[in-house]
Each structure stands twice: as structure tokens, then as C-alpha cells.
């Protein structure tokens, strides 16, 4: 009796899964037909699903490129080309419009040619002629490409964080400023590999490293940046770097004598040693992996600081109100670290 239970619901669970499957396949399959203008031949799994959710933000970030002459858009792991073709097809709608795609297209052992597919599909599309193909390691092909010419560069090629970190260090050179860069895959096997053999800590290393030439747009299974202009460009002799806070730039000057500039043009405001301190503490709260300011509700209500953001009239659009948890909110958060730890043990 128990085994004819038992088989009775293997049986029905098996029919149950190929149907789950089946229901799958056919919503992808005409999402496909929804996303895309043409009937491409791509594998329709979870990196298709994946870059079809992302799509709204993609239509959202890359709007104000939407038909502008000589957009320059670089993708790093063209895959099958679900990402290269749909830009194409949305996104860089200019005659003048050109898509750079660079991917090792690795031989499998089953005999699949991912170049051959992806070249395929590029035909199908009908913008071939608007597309260059480059076979090989990204390390070594973006030293080939000319700096500052790339509107939008997409990362989706080595997954790990060495890999990761030198093609976003090598592609900001090549991004103009005002330019996008893409990263796939930052929450990607967050639970099953260590941090090491996946990209976020690659893409928060260069977040924090470079925070003061970036805006970080949108952070979620995909990051979003702005490259900014370069504020110390503008000025005379070039300083240790400068720093974004408000509508001011702080210049870090090598005779340790530092300034504030309205926008990083004109002349440096004066300020007082105690402003200079307050300032200089503001920028220090930034946070690994994060681009912007961290102001504390202690320092917001400190009188010193009240007065300076009075007459500077500074803006903190820009910069993150931290609430400070106190007793409270440590309590809270040890008990949530505890319980996500119990949950994992069962």
C-alpha cells in the first residue's frame, strides 16, 4: 500500500514538473515575441528571464540615449546576444548608432557554437552591418579600444571578482564622461559561491574607489553608473583629488591646505579651520561599496554644522540621513542576524 502511494505521487509530481516547465517555457517564449521584434533563437532560461525583468530599468536609464546620433555602446560577454540585439533594436535606433560586442565564445564540448549563434542572430536582426565583433579576452581587447569613445558599456563576461574589477577599471577609461556603465549579476550566487569567485565585491570595490567620478543611478541584481565630469581638470595644478558634496567640490591639496569650491570653478570659498573639520568629517562617512555621503541626525542637529549648511545654502540631495539605532535598534539587529542564522541550520 505505502508503495503504490509512494508511486502514485512520483508519477503525478513528474507530470506536475514537465507541466510547471512547459507553462515556463511558453510565458518566456512569448515574451520573446513581446520584447523583441523578430523570432530570435535564443535559450530560453534564467539569464533570459533575468534580462527581461531588467528591461523597464534598461528603457528607464538608456532613454536619453534613444535615438541620438553616433551612440557608442559596448557589451563584454555577448552570449547569444539577447542584451546586444535588444539595444539595438531600442536603444541605438540612429543610422550612425554602433555596437561593440567582445566575448571569448568558448568551444563547448558538445559541439555548440555559441559565435555562430550569436553571429546569427545578429543577422537576423537585421543590424549586422552596425555591429563589431571581437573575439577574445576582454583584458587584453579593451587596451585595443579608443579612450573616452563609449556612450554605454555593459559588463557580463568573467563572474569573478578579479575578472570583474579589471574590466570595470578598463572600461571607465573608455566610457565618456555623462556615460553608463552596466554591471550584470551583482547579487549573483550570493549564498552558493564565496565573495571572491562573484562580482559584488568587484562592483563595490570600484564603487568605492572611484565614488568621487560616479553617481550610482541603480543598484539591484544589475548596477547602474554615471560617469561624472572631472572636477579637478578645471583646475591649475592637479591635487590629491577632489571630492563632490552638495553643489561644492572639496579639493585635497598636497601642501595639506584644502579648499571648497562652488561646482569645482571660480574662486575657493573661505572657510574656517572648524568648518574645514566638519566638512572633512562629513566626507569621511562614506561606506564601502556606497558613492554617497552618510550624514548621522547628531551631526544634522549639531549647531556648527547648522550654520554652515545655512550659509553655503548646501544641498544634501545628494547625501544619506543615517539614523542612529541606539540601544534599540543594535538589539534588533542582532536578533534579525540570529534568526537568519537558525533559519539557514534548519
Known sequence: MIRRTFLFF???SCIFSYALADTRKEQLSTQLSEYYLKHYDFTLDNTFREFIDAIPIWNKLLSPFKGKPDIQYLEIGVNEGRS???TLENILTHPSSKLTGIDLFPEFPEGFDLKKKYLSNLKLSGFAHKATTIKGFSQIELRRLP????DIIYIDGDHKADGVLADA???FELLKPGGILIFDDYLWSKEQLPEELRPQIA???FITAYRNSIEVLHRGYQVFIRKRKSYCESLKFP?????PIGQYVYVWNWNMKHELYYQGVGEPIKISDKEKLLIETLIRSTKFGN???FLTETMLKDENFIKLRKRLKLDLTNIAIEQERGFLGELKESLKFLLSRLRKKR
Open 239 to 243: 591635487p590629491i583629488g577632489c571630492t
Open 84 to 86: 546586444a540585439i535588444w
Open 147 to 150: 579612450l573616452n569613445s563609449f
Open 291 to 293: 558613492d554617497k555621503l
Open 10 to 12: 512520483f508519477f503525478y
Open 203 to 205: 562592483i563595490d570595490s
Open 169 to 171: 577599471v578598463l572600461s
